[in-house]
């Protein structure tokens, strides 16, 4: 075969020929080269061949792997993994070239480089090795365990060699990055104290003298069970939070941005199929001893715990019974506590604490918010002082109620009880809405105590007002249905037309929009709701007294008019007071008084102050006709009656012998 071959190349042409051999020569340069370029391309020099990639070669130069070439780690084992690596260094060859190259080059090292045969195989990371986080410091040297990290799940996480193992801080190739650690044993747990507690790292210090000459024996203390944190308090800072901003540093991509929350996905994504680093994602979590202060500073939370859990709960309408979850606005708006909570005194035992005031409500709101939170406090208090009576009298009777039900009744005013309780602590000018929507469970649930046990107790009805999660006037104008104010003139009762009557403030108020007006221009225009012809209305609604008639005499031009008398009479409000005006003013007493002009009748009853102010000693003892004519022509004589109706100040005197007896006086025209 090859014989052949070779009488048909002897056969070509001479030009035919040189155009074989120098193929063959070609193809065979070409195989030498790719070869060799394979080869020189895998040494670690080449690497440093791309100025971007300098740092990385120095550090890997110093490290303890400086023995091993690069591509023992990068490449996974196998000839489909290293194939792989090659078109992907290929790539970064070109991109470099050409210069779209990144700035800050990207390697994901596989567990499988690194337990390669003759590398660190599970056998060689058995057993526990001792680390020193910072060996330039005298720091203490943690315990660590390959298998118990890399065989398992650690808080459902799957870790893999370059989670700890990683080039984090630039010059320490391959150094184990404590920030990996700390976040791992530390995040979201109790400040100080590590998920796996602090002798499953650390060993028990050796007895020593603390610098200020105090004997520290720190095996015994461990073998007495004393908690570390007793001492070492404060050796951890930062949080380890994962910032959505640190998405962008790699994707852009809003269908990948809207994963953030799936937190198991991300890290299976992450780190168990990427090998992506976690400070990558994560802010860091230090962990370390601090300087001695002048002074201790005290983590409040540490000893007071759940202090403010009443308020904080409130405020966010949670933890009551009987009712929904209803945060507060100020809540919803992500309004911090020390938002109101910004003014400073002193208390006894304390150097300042912090407090909300009125002042907190008007240096965002303006001056419109004043009597705001006074009014919330004491409307709240008032409910609460009216419910607490109560649950308390239905607890003293529970004792007394039908057989068998003493369980759930105890549950259900344990549930009143609490939500008392709860509102005392934690103050319903926090979520007034809330607050009130709880008092009213409470009361529910009393009923339903006193129902299911029979108790021997009548659950009294209290006036709560108006649903204050139903009125959006009153979540910020609480109290003013009960308050009285002037009103052209005349004085408003707010609770006779919000309480009693119902009415909506929008009936008299502009709403949301157009915000704190009066759209009742006059008292006048209350007539249409009060003194309507056609709709009339029940006058005790409105005026005090007995049937809505007043009790004091009601001053008029001719005298003093007393209801009393007229309503014991059976005479109707409406005989006198006419709509619209409704004041009485046109209205003629002697239309049924046609005959009081008599000597006999008690003209003071009536006209009192009146007559005199009006007639001065010109006046005096001068016939009533003469001025006022047929109209009290009955008035023929003097009588004590008659007297007295100037001579008020002597109404008393010598009563009730007739003036006429020690008084000379000419008799009236016409009379004796």
Not at 352 to 381: K, T
């Amino acid at each position: 075969m090859v014989e052949r071959a070779v009488r048909r190349f002897r056969k070509l042409s001479r030009p035919l020929k040189l155009a074989v051999q120098l193929g063959v020569l070609a193809v065979i340069l070409s195989t030498v080269g790719a070869v060799g370029f394979i080869e020189y391309s895998a040494q670690p020099s080449f690497c440093k061949k791309c100025h971007n990639m300098q740092p990385y070669y120095d550090s890997w130069a110093t490290s303890s792997h400086n023995d091993v070439p690069c591509i023992k780690c990068h490449y996974a084992p196998g000839i489909r993994a290293e194939a792989m690596g090659k078109m992907q260094a290929a790539n970064q060859v070109v991109k470099y070239v050409t210069g779209a190259y990144g700035t800050k080059p990207w390697a994901e090292i596989e567990d499988a480089a690194c337990l390669r045969s003759g590398c660190h195989s599970l056998r060689k990371v058995e057993g526990v090795v001792s680390y020193n986080p910072n060996p330039t410091r005298n720091t203490i040297v943690v315990r660590f365990d390959h298998t118990q990290h890399l065989g398992e799940l650690r808080r459902g996480k799957q870790l893999r060699c370059t989670s700890c193992h990683s080039q984090i801080v630039q010059g320490n190739h391959l150094a184990v990055t404590p920030q990996t650690c700390n976040l791992c044993h530390f995040k979201d747990t109790q400040r100080a104290e590590p998920v796996t507690g602090c002798i499953s790292c650390h060993r028990a210090p050796p007895r020593i003298v603390s610098p200020a000459g105090f004997v520290v024996d720190h095996p015994q203390y461990v073998r007495d069970l004393v908690s570390c944190t007793s001492c070492h308090e404060q050796v951890v800072s930062g949080s380890g939070a994962a910032e959505v901003s640190r998405c962008y540093s790699c994707h852009n991509e809003p269908d990948r941005i809207e994963e953030f929350e799936n937190t198991t996905f991300l890290h299976e994504t992450h780190i168990a199929e990427h090998n992506v680093e976690c400070a990558q994602c994560h802010t860091p979590i230090e962990h370390r001893s601090v300087a001695l202060s002048q002074t201790a500073d005290l983590d409040c939370a540490l000893c007071h715990r759940r202090v403010h859990e009443a308020q904080q709960r409130l405020y966010a309408g949670i933890g009551g019974h009987g009712t929904e979850n209803q945060p507060s606005a100020m809540f919803q708006a992500r309004v911090s506590c020390t938002g109101c909570h910004e003014l400073t005194k002193q208390i006894r035992g304390h150097e300042q604490v912090r407090f909300a005031g009125e002042a907190s409500c008007l240096s965002c709101h303006g001056i419109e918010y004043v009597n705001i939170l006074p009014a919330w406090q004491r409307e709240m208090d008032r409910k609460l002082r009216a419910v607490e009576p109560i649950v308390r009298a239905a607890e003293r009777s529970a004792a007394s109620g039908a057989q068998g039900t003493r369980g759930p009744v105890d549950s259900l005013l344990g549930l009143a009880r609490e939500n008392v309780g709860f509102l005392e602590r934690g103050k319903g000018a926090h979520n007034i809405g809330y607050a009130d929507n709880l008092l009213r469970a409470t009361l529910d649930l009393v009923r339903e105590a006193v129902r299911i046990g029979k108790l021997p107790y009548a659950v009294p009805t209290i006036d709560l007002g108006p649903n204050v999660g139903e009125n959006v006037c009153l979540q910020c104008h609480l109290g003013i249905e009960r308050r009285t104010v002037p009103f052209a003139g005349r004085t408003f009762n707010h609770e006779r037309h919000v309480v009693v009557a119902e009415i909506a403030c929008t009936n008299c108020h502009t709403s949301m929009e157009d915000h704190g007006k009066t759209v009742v221009g006059s008292g006048a225009a209350c007539s249409s709701c009060h003194h309507s012809a056609t709709r009339p209305k029940d006058c005790s609604t409105c005026h005090a007294g007995p049937q809505g008639a007043p009790v004091a005499p009601v001053e008029h031009a001719v005298g003093a008019f007393p209801h009393a008398p007229h309503v014991t009479a059976g005479l109707p409000c409406g005989a006198c007071h006419q709509p619209p005006a409704m004041d009485a003013t046109s209205v003629d007493c002697a239309q049924c008084h046609d005959a009081h002009h008599q000597p006999e009748a008690t003209c003071v009853s009536c006209h009192r102050e009146g007559v005199k102010a009006k007639h001065d000693r010109s006046f005096a003892h001068l016939q009533c006709s003469q001025c006022h004519g047929d109209k009290v022509a009955g008035v023929t004589k003097w009588t004590r009656q008659v007297c007295t109706t100037c001579h008020v100040d002597r109404v008393d005197h010598n009563a009730p012998v007739a003036c006429e007896l020690c008084h000379e006086v000419a008799p009236l025209s016409g009379g004796t």
